[in-house]
């Protein structure tokens, strides 16, 4: 009675541990720490099989050998040693598995094993010292049972809840890929739009004010072009961090487009006198931040930035107006360059449209031919002409001439001045060919043209002239090229590449606006430039300014020892000619000798 | 071969008194501190901490409700044990509720001793984590191990500091000291069955609702009152629990004692875990039999080997039982062992490995340490 009664007792334990958790592992340890209790056993364990992931599974693969392996013991170790390291264990049971028995009783050494199958998936291995009677081994027979099914319904549970988690993982990255930058790990542009859309309403709500802050890095594009895209790359992550530590809990800060950040502050007071003090210090904030050197295994890199904002408070201007706005405002800071940080206004809307329809004029001007090549000539002190250089003019049908002060520098934004610079390059060319045919007075040697910073970063450059002067079948020495002394230091070894190659062929060299900008000297006396063009800042009443006598002076005395030339731009007096010959400067170019002439008063001059 | 420990003992209940105690063990050269003091010793908390904090060896130890030296208990006074061998203490102080945090966290404070095979466990009594503590423990640990303990604490079911740290008497712990030499152990207990089984119809960890369908504290009274002559009073359970205490019969025949503590007229609540569908019986004993269990426990160790050191948890309930007799029982555990001094506890609950090597926590027990 008390042995039946010690069975039921035993089997009832057992059968409740079984669906305690939904959990296989926590079930089946849960089941064996019970065993131990319930059947006085050491050591108890489950092998099962498992699958390619090492998850257990019930299914059979009928195509290879079935191999049990450890899942789960009680306790977890004998004698110091993890029960799913114990060889001569796992040694046994799957010749056990293998056999036809349902449960199987094996000593080995001082060790008693029971082993029991569990459904055709899995073993359950009891280690006791004395052996089980066989009335509970057969009594344990339902309580197998209901452990197979129930392990079966924890696998299918664990399966649906790894399928689960793997759908939510996989759904939380494209849900993180679609609002995150992948570099910065930032928001991105889409989902800054929509926190900016959700700023809007709550400004309306709760009476409150945003402001969006686009911050553009100034310098960037020389850190990827000279150390390459991944210390761009490290820049824009460090950046990334700077900015949101700095700004916390008062905004969202996301990337906008390649070197554009992008800062959303919410929650700001409505009065416009207390919202700016703290606009104004963010930005503050935010300059210092950029402000302090990058650094990398591959050195340190300074950049500055520019910051354009606008501030919103009402529903009058939607999402695209405000990011639009505040993109304006940071192209003006770029442009004005002084100012780092601007507010929108309306007035930069409207520089930006009268932008906008003058690179469309120069379009078209380009298309219906309304630049012309005029030519200013050049002298010597005894009054010969020596040459002539090429002046760009637009001939406007609504304005009349154009000043390039205006259009050049618009032309520059875009590639717009490399058509431009095409057009002077083919017109020089076709105007030599037609000088060339006249009886030029022997002193006359070139036509000079003016190069852009652009045309000269062109890597084929020099090809593009030496095909010119194929092309045109004119000589290269008749054909002269102006550089500034800025525009070569941006690659300073391309453009001696260049000028070198252009002067093997004959194709010489002058270095324009020269005082004005920066010059290595140890550059400058590398190129293969033959003439200084003394920039007429300085020609400027040098008769009575010492001071540009003395820049005079130093830059003729520069090109004696460079042994350049020296030419002397925008001389309109006698006074001015004297000095400069005083100075031992003998070539001139300016209004005292000639105003820029179209070309056919140019043809006129050679004319008998 | 390990040295035997270096014991002093002192009937005092001064806090003066320990603390030379301990210098003197220090200086003596022993390598870890163990100390065994009684609660009624009321030691002020603040200069303990003093005490302790200043003490410069790794230190264990509790606060019981009486020390065992030699063939006597006491309820006020001290034993300061020098460990000559280097031990490694760990207090497991974060003793959550939270059944997977708590086994957990046992695993991940475990790991500095994984290697250690022999351990002296010392619990807080009223930290109700303790048993789910030997069974995680041990889970851990794995077969092969070796553990004596017992709980800490006072008789009046209050909780007190009463494990000795390095930084203090606290509570709510259990204490685990790693040692490296083998541990030889043995329990035993002179209960017997004298009515059953029950089937443990409905219980929840000490609780137990109902046995046979039957409101437990009812069918208790039954039981009992079938055995006596005379009427029982309404407050007779103070008096017979002691006497009729409950036990779990495993398959090989060990019977598990569990004691049942207090009732609220229901249930009954044991000093331990009862499982639903487990079978309890109705245990019984007496003086001689109990000490009759003690003397085989005693024989059963000196027949291992050498004891260097003896280390004694035996259960207060015992203590009340034996009275003032309680010197026969701790004769017996002396005997076999002329050359070294018995020094132990009173215990509110022991703890040491069963027949089938697991760790449990036992009542009514005595549980003999070796080392």
Request: no cysteine; charged share 30%; hydrophobic share 25%.
């Given at each position: 009675m008390n042995i039946a009664m010690h069975i039921m007792s035993i089997q009832h334990q057992l059968v409740l541990a079984?669906?305690?958790?939904?959990?296989l592992k926590k079930m089946l340890h849960h089941f064996l720490s019970l065993c131990s209790l319930s059947l006085n056993s050491t050591n108890c364990h489950i092998f099962l099989i498992k699958d390619k992931n090492n998850n257990p599974t019930?299914?059979?693969?009928?195509?290879h050998e079935i191999q049990l392996k450890h899942y789960v013991s009680f306790p977890m170790k004998k004698n110091g040693l993890l029960s799913n390291e114990d060889t001569e264990l796992s040694g046994l049971v799957n010749p056990f598995f293998q056999n036809n028995y349902d449960e199987q009783e094996q000593k080995v050494g001082s060790t008693l094993y029971h082993f029991f199958k569990i459904g055709d998936f899995g073993v359950l291995i009891i280690e006791r010292e004395k052996s089980l009677d066989q009335a509970i081994r057969n009594a344990l027979s339902p309580v197998l049972n209901k452990l197979a099914i129930s392990t079966i319904a924890a696998i299918n549970h664990h399966s649906l809840v790894i399928e689960i988690k793997t759908r939510q993982r996989v759904e939380e990255k494209i849900s993180y890929q679609a609002s995150h930058d992948f570099l910065t790990g930032l928001y991105n542009r889409m989902k800054i739009q929509e926190f900016l859309a959700s700023a809007i309403d709550d400004c309306i709500l709760q009476k409150q004010t945003g402001a969006i802050l686009l911050i553009n890095l100034a310098g960037f594009k020389n850190i990827n072009d000279v150390m390459g895209y991944h210390v761009g790359d490290e820049v824009l992550q460090q950046a990334a961090i700077r900015l949101k530590v700095l700004i916390k809990d008062m905004g969202i800060v996301a990337r906008f487009n390649g070197h554009e950040f992008i800062i959303l502050l919410r929650g700001l007071p409505v009065n416009k006198s207390t919202v700016q003090p703290i606009i104004n210090d963010v930005i503050a904030d935010i300059i210092y931040a950029m402000e302090i050197p990058f650094e990398f295994i591959e050195g340190r890199f300074s950049l500055s930035c520019f910051i354009g904002y606008e501030t919103f408070?009402?529903?009058?201007?939607?999402v695209q107006d405000i990011l639009k706005n505040a993109s304006i405002a940071v192209y003006e800071a770029f442009k004005r360059g002084k100012d780092k940080a601007l507010p929108y206004n309306e007035v930069m809307s409207k520089q930006l449209n009268d932008h906008i329809s003058y690179t469309r004029e120069i379009k078209q001007a380009l298309a219906f031919n309304e630049f012309e090549l005029h030519y200013q000539p050049q002298y010597d002190h005894l009054n010969n002409m020596i040459g002539a250089e090429a002046l760009l003019r637009w001939n406007n049908p609504l304005r009349g001439y154009e000043s390039p002060a205006v259009y050049i520098p618009i032309a520059e934004e875009s590639d717009l001045i490399m058509q431009i610079s095409s057009y002077v390059l083919q017109q020089a060319c076709e105007d030599i060919k037609k000088l060339q045919q006249l009886p030029l007075p022997s002193s006359f040697k070139q036509v000079s043209i003016n190069i852009s910073a652009k045309q000269l970063a062109k890597h084929d450059f020099a090809d593009t002239i030496i095909l010119a002067i194929k092309k045109n079948q004119?000589?290269?020495?008749?054909l002269k090229i102006e550089i500034t002394?800025?525009?070569?230091?941006?690659?300073i070894e391309l453009s001696i590449a260049c000028l070198e190659k252009l002067h093997d062929v004959g194709v010489e060299c002058a270095i324009d606006d020269f005082g004005t900008g920066y010059s290595s000297l140890a550059y400058l006396k590398r190129l293969p430039a033959s003439l200084l063009k003394i920039d007429r800042s300085f020609v400027t009443d040098i008769h009575k300014d010492p001071s540009n006598q003395a820049i005079a002076n130093m830059v003729i005395k520069l090109a004696n020892s460079l042994n350049m030339e020296v030419i002397a731009e925008g001389v309109e007096t006698k006074q001015e000619l004297d000095s400069l010959i005083a100075l031992g400067c003998y070539q001139y170019q300016g209004f005292y000798f000639s105003r820029p002439l179209t070309f056919n008063k140019l043809v006129q001059c050679f004319e008998p | 071969m390990t040295m035997a420990s270096i014991i002093k003992f002192t009937e005092s209940p001064s806090l003066s008194e320990l603390s030379k105690s301990i210098n003197s063990v220090i200086e003596e050269g022993a390598k870890t501190v163990l100390l065994l003091t009684c609660i009624?010793?009321?030691?002020?908390l603040d200069e303990t901490e003093q005490i302790l904090k200043t003490c410069t060896l790794p230190l264990c130890g509790a606060v019981f409700p009486k020390v065992i030296y030699k063939n006597k208990s006491y309820s006020h006074g001290a034993i300061v044990l020098g460990l000559m061998v280097s031990s490694k203490v760990v207090n497991y102080s974060m003793l959550t509720d939270s059944d997977t945090h708590l086994k957990n966290y046992i695993q991940t404070e475990s790991k500095q001793i994984e290697h250690y095979q022999n351990f002296i466990i010392i619990s807080d009594a009223f930290c109700n984590q303790c048993e789910n503590f030997t069974d995680h423990f041990y889970d851990y640990m794995g077969s092969g191990i070796s553990a004596i303990g017992g709980g800490a604490g006072s008789m009046d079911l209050l909780s007190y500091p009463v494990i000795f740290t390095n930084q203090g008497l606290v509570n709510n712990t259990t204490q685990v000291v790693a040692l490296p030499c083998p541990i030889t152990n043995n329990i035993g207990h002179g209960w017997e069955i004298l009515e059953g089984p029950y089937l443990v119809t409905s219980s929840e960890g000490h609780y137990v609702h109902s046995l046979n369908y039957r409101p437990t504290f009812e069918l208790y009274k039954e039981i009992i009152q079938n055995k006596i002559d005379s009427p029982l009073e309404d407050d007779f359970f103070n008096e017979y629990s002691k006497r009729f205490p409950l036990g779990i019969m495993s398959l090989d025949g060990d019977i598990l004692v569990r004691d049942s503590l207090q009732t609220n007229g229901a249930y009954l609540e044991c000093v331990g875990n009862v499982p639903v569908n487990s079978m309890i019986y109705l245990l019984h004993s007496d003086l001689h039999k109990m000490t009759l269990a003690s003397e085989k426990v005693a024989q059963e160790v000196a027949r291992k080997g050498i004891a260097n050191t003896l280390l004694l948890f035996d259960c207060v309930t015992r203590d009340l039982l034996f009275g003032e007799n309680i010197g026969d029982e701790l004769e017996v555990i002396q005997r076999p062992f002329p050359n070294t001094s018995l020094v132990g506890v009173m215990a509110l609950g022991e703890i040491a490995n069963t027949t089938n090597g697991s760790i449990r926590l036992l009542n009514k027990s005595t549980v003999l340490g070796s080392f």
């Open positions: 079984i669906d305690k958790d939904p959990d019930y299914q059979l693969d009928i195509n408070n009402n529903a009058s201007k939607g004119i000589s290269p020495l008749n002394e800025s525009m070569m230091m941006s690659d | 009624d010793n009321n030691y002020d």
